[in-house]
């Protein structure tokens, strides 16, 4: 999907906003914060993405393998 796809893309940890202002398909307009992170917990728990915590702030980033 588009997420997976951006994520890749950027190649590096990347926060829901940072994710949301990179590709058009996923701004603010199109999209909600709430639906992206909600999609993004998703490939979470199923093995797709990880997920990392600095500074109290969520980063998320293709899993590898």
């Known amino acids: ?3 997976l796809a951006t ?3 950027i ?3 990347v926060t829901i906003t ?8 996923l701004s603010p307009t199109k999209i909600s914060a709430q ?3 909600s999609l993004v ?3 979470v728990k199923s093995g797709a993405l990880v997920r ?3 500074k109290r702030k969520a980063y ?3 899993a590898q393998g």
Do not use: D, H, R, Y
Not at 18 to 25: H, I, K
């Open 11 to 13: 190649g590096k940890p």
């Open 35 to 37: 639906k992206v992170s």
């Open 60 to 62: 998320f980033s293709v």
């Open 41 to 43: 917990t998703q490939m």
């Open 18 to 25: 940072e994710l949301m202002a990179s590709n058009e398909e």
């Open 52 to 54: 990392t915590e600095e």
């Open 1 to 3: 999907g588009v997420i």
């Open 7 to 9: 994520m890749q893309e």
